[in-house]
């Protein structure tokens, strides 16, 4: 323990001094996570104390995407837009607020829900990506597996996974995956249990170049399919790693799988058509759509019955705005799946709520739900079940705790 002290002491007072490097930020982030598996507010908090002015661009491009994905694990989702954001706000200028009304008119706009399970009934693979930092990539997931369950899809290949006994504990904890740390990620996940998915790990770590890490995925997914030749294969992965094309020489892996099974998967985009921190870095089409278009839900554009996409990919789906000042997104109660639970707040705020499913052990749990109380109405999104709802104070100090069950 002495060890780990002196050596956390060393990499925080480097940082701060001024000597930053992508990879000291990578030693601090991983001996956060290693220290306070249950805190989502210290990495925040300790990576607010560090000079960004003193970091090249490639490490301060990590300490946004840093910061955004941590902010997203609290519900701080502006904060986390506003995050992502910085990496581009330099090419802020040279960007415009443009509508295409033509591309409006075009198109009909259907529940990307129901045209995704219609598309993928006679598809043997299909990928769907994921923007890391957007936890409602999740969400819409979690409310389709049901439906890839019932069409025979018994793999959900998970980009994330680092723990394949997950199958057999079934129990998500810290060390199931990074970004598994997020509530959505784990109830997407929960949610794959219940419906008696199988999740593969098939992420290549420690390789040499991206374009190395993408082929050994692919081989992986192959080596699932050479076992079981007759299975349907759902994958979650992140951003182009769906691209079954490239202009560059970063061969994705959608297109080394293609190549190496001759099976053309079903591709799916959620990353391009989303609300961003700043208007000007979302498209025409998002804009267009969520300006002309009444939505709630994701939605497809479809011309002559065929799905418009981006490049590399087969559907793109279009978000609508999510957010808005003082009130938690609505794509948490806009489901099948969970329940409203309105919190006795006594007037607390400032608190942070947590609510843990009861039957999990101390130390290593995802919260379910969690959130900050800001009004004397708050309101918790939980599937049936029972719960502990932990209340913390800006130390991670426990100050009062409740059990909450859940009922159909």
Known sequence: MKIFFTLFFVIISDLVSGQITT???F?????????????????????????????????????????????????NYDSSRFYWDQQYVHALKNNE?????????????????????????????????????????????????????????KYLAIEDLADQSINTT????DTTGFYCQEPLFAEMIREALRQNFVLIKYEANNTNSNRMR???????????????????LLVYAGYDHIHENTRTSWKKMAQFFKEMTNIDPLTISQTRHIERYYTEFETDEFLTVNKFVSFNT?????KDHTAWHDDFVDISLFYPRYLTPHSRPEYLSNNNLTKSVQLDTHGQKGLFVQAYYADEKQGHRIPADQLFIKTTKEFLYLRPGNYILEFKNTNDQIVNTKRVSVHK
């Open 23 to 25: 990879q000291k930020l």
């Open 27 to 75: 030693e601090l982030n991983d001996q956060l996570i290693k220290k306070y598996p249950e805190n989502y507010h210290i990495a925040i908090r300790e990576f607010n104390k560090l000079p960004v002015d003193s970091m090249d661009a490639s490490t301060k491009s990590v300490f946004y995407q840093l910061q955004s994905t941590y902010h997203s694990f609290i519900g």
């Open 97 to 153: 607020i443009k509508y295409d009304s033509t591309f409006y008119k075009q198109h009909s706009f259907v529940d990307a829900r129901k045209f995704i399970l219609k598309k993928a009934k006679n598809e043997k693979v299909v990928m769907i990506n994921e923007a890391h930092n957007i936890p409602y990539h999740r969400t819409f997931v979690s409310q389709l597996l049901n439906g890839f369950r019932d069409l025979g899809f």
């Open 170 to 173: 079934r129990i998500v904890t």
């Open 214 to 232: 993408d082929s050994l995925q692919a081989v992986n997914l192959a080596k699932l399919l050479e076992t079981d030749p007759y299975a349907k």
């Open 298 to 302: 994701p939605v497809v554009a479809l």
